[in-house]
């Protein structure tokens, strides 16, 4: 079946720090990768996606990369501020049904 | 554009009275999604409609469970009777057919004792 699984939590960093949390994806056909992010007592953001391979997604210094041939989509920030300290939610859709599925998520928390 | 607005922001109920949460999509959005977040499971999806028309609903927990969508810009999720393992945060999400892009609302923090 369809999957994500990501690395657990939480992930304690200093500010500006170098930032990596791991996704990979079991799917069938060629989803679309995407990471979500929650901050504390909000809803969930779309923080950025990919549509197919080699492509990649960025936004607010995030960046991930769809890696078909390793099924992964990794979430990497150069230098994380205080700011991003949140939940982190590795999520992707197949073409057959459009829903997303989600990762468990990786709690983010960045010491000043 | 408002973004998907859910109301109330927090509800306290006592164990057997009925909760009503509602959400209203962005303009234009045709899917509409109910979810439920707990530490113990997580985000789980309980139902969707696409065109105001329920299409899965396999993962309402229960009879007591039950969603509507009379039309394109309103949705309820009510429980009745509520029971304190409903306790969670309840979010409200829409998306456009063409978007893979869904968006959620603020959720509605339900704390039932």
């Given at each position: 079946g369809n999957s994500v699984t990501q690395?657990?939590?939480?992930?304690?960093?200093?500010?500006?720090?170098?930032?990596?949390?791991?996704c990979t994806y079991t799917a069938t056909g060629y989803p679309s990768l995407f990471w979500y992010v929650q901050y504390p007592g909000e809803g969930l953001q779309l923080l950025l996606k990919a549509t197919k391979a080699d492509d990649k997604g960025s936004n607010k210094?995030?960046?991930?990369?769809?890696?078909?041939?390793?099924?992964?989509?990794?979430?990497?920030?150069?230098s994380v501020q205080v700011s991003d300290s949140a939940v982190y939610f590795c999520a992707l859709i197949v073409p057959s049904n459009y829903q997303l599925i989600w990762g468990a998520g990786t709690k983010l928390i960045i010491k000043p | 554009d408002a973004g998907v607005i859910q109301s109330p922001r927090h509800e306290v109920t006592e164990m057997g009275q009925e909760v009503t949460l509602r959400c209203k999509p962005i303009s234009g959005h045709d899917y509409l999604f109910w979810?439920?977040?707990?530490?113990?499971?997580?985000?789980?999806?309980?139902?969707?409609?696409?065109n105001n028309v329920p299409i899965d609903d396999s993962g309402m927990p229960e009879d007591r469970f039950s969603a509507k969508m009379p039309n394109a810009s309103f949705s309820t999720l009510k429980i009745q009777p509520s029971e304190p393992r409903d306790s969670a945060v309840y979010f409200c999400a829409s998306r456009k057919s063409s978007d893979y892009g869904y968006t959620f609302g603020s959720g509605t923090r339900l704390t039932v004792v």
């Open positions: 690395m657990e939590g939480p992930v304690t960093l200093s500010e500006e720090a170098f930032l990596t949390i791991n210094g995030f960046e991930a990369t769809y890696r078909k041939e390793t099924t992964s989509f990794h979430l990497e920030k150069g | 979810y439920r977040q707990t530490m113990m499971r997580g985000l789980e999806l309980l139902i969707y409609f696409n």
